[in-house]
Structure formats: structure tokens, C-alpha cells
């Protein structure tokens, strides 16, 4: 029984090494360069996600980001599910950690919500088709992404709880606070009325 509970661990905490070195992949960072457009996070918001990298006015760069910073965590929950759906999940959380705390940047990473998204993807693709129709809604009447990232990430574990995904709405529910914690500067700037919005330069 010891065993097959330290196996299980030992699978486990593979996922989340797996999630974590997939998810710090700094797509944003390493498509301005090879672009000849610097660093990105010399500009905006300093941030490595696509939101800044539409700062440098190239949709295409900042559309390939998001991509990226997306499948990164969709393929991290799929290689892992083929483990267990335990495995799957831990590997989304290592995933998004590693996004936000990427060791080759000194853990100073993006806002995650690329691969938020992306591991809801692997995870529960509905949920995730609702989280983009909230995304898109919001961001299209008020052009603020952060907004728009906040309000949809309020509204994915309760989703995900309603429609019985319990132990992927608890994953969710504590990636929300982390995505709400990085955007403690947005929220601030959303409050004082002073928040960049989509498609701004600087």
C-alpha cells in the first residue's frame, strides 16, 4: 500500500515539474527578440504576456503569444492526463506557476491568464469556450483586458462547481486568487480610472 501511495506521489510530483517547466517557457519574451524588437518587458507594463506585446504594435506577435501562452498549458494537463485526471491537474497548477514564476526570468514571469485559459482548455473545454465568451464580452464594451480577465476568472469556479467539476473548480478557485493578486496594480489603475486599455501604446 506504502508503495503504490509513494508511486502516486512520485507521478504526481512529475506533473507538476512537467507543468511547471512547460508553463515558464517565456513566449512573449523570446518572439519580440527573435522579432528584433527588443525586450518586451522594457515598455508598457513590463509584462511578458500578450496584452504588452500588442504595446509593441504587432497584432501578429501578440496573437502568437497568447496562442502559446495558452497551448503551453493545455499540452501540460493533456501529456499529464495520460497519467491520471489527478496528474492532469497538478500539472495545470505547476503550469501556471510556471508562467507567473519562471526561473529562467528570476520568477518574475506574466499575469497567467493565458494559461489560465489554456489549462481550463485541457481540463474543460466548455468552460473554457464560457470563459472566452465573458472574456470577449467585457473586453469589446470597456477595452480594459484586465477587466475582462477578472471577470471571467470570478466566474470559472463557480461555473466549473454548478456543473460538478469539484476538484477542478477548487484548482480554479486558487488560481483566481493568484490571477487577482497579480493584478493588484491593475485593479488599483481600474479604480483610479488611469488603466491602459487594449491596443494603447506605452
Do not use: C
Not at 510530483?13 to 527573435?34: D, E, K, N, Q, W
Not at 470563459?131 to 469556479?157: C, E, G, K, M, N
Amino acid at each position: 500500500m506504502s508503495d503504490f501511495i509513494n508511486g502516486q506521489a512520485g507521478y504526481l510530483f512529475a506533473a507538476l515539474v512537467l507543468g511547471y517547466l512547460l508553463g515558464s517557457i517565456p513566449f512573449g519574451l523570446i518572439l519580440t527578440r527573435l522579432a528584433g524588437l527588443g525586450d518586451v518587458r522594457n515598455i508598457g507594463s513590463g509584462n511578458i504576456g500578450a496584452t504588452n506585446v500588442l504595446r509593441t504594435g504587432s497584432k501578429k506577435l501578440a496573437a502568437a503569444t497568447l496562442l502559446l501562452d495558452m497551448f503551453k498549458g493545455t499540452a501540460a494537463v493533456l501529456i499529464a492526463g495520460a497519467i491520471s485526471p489527478q496528474a492532469a491537474i497538478v500539472a495545470g497548477l505547476g503550469a501556471f506557476l510556471g508562467h507567473i514564476f519562471p526561473v529562467w526570468l528570476q520568477f518574475k514571469g506574466g499575469k497567467g491568464v493565458a494559461t489560465y485559459l489554456g489549462v481550463l482548455l485541457g481540463l474543460v473545454w466548455q468552460v473554457a469556450l464560457i470563459f472566452a465568451a465573458i472574456w470577449l464580452i467585457i473586453a469589446y464594451t470597456t477595452r480594459y483586458s484586465s477587466l475582462s480577465a477578472l471577470i471571467a476568472a470570478v466566474a470559472t469556479p463557480v461555473i466549473l462547481y454548478v456543473m460538478g467539476y469539484h476538484a477542478i473548480a477548487l484548482l480554479f478557485l486558487v488560481l483566481t486568487v493568484i490571477v487577482f493578486i497579480k493584478h493588484r496594480a491593475n485593479i488599483e489603475r481600474l479604480l483610479a480610472g488611469t488603466e491602459g486599455k487594449i491596443g494603447s501604446k506605452g
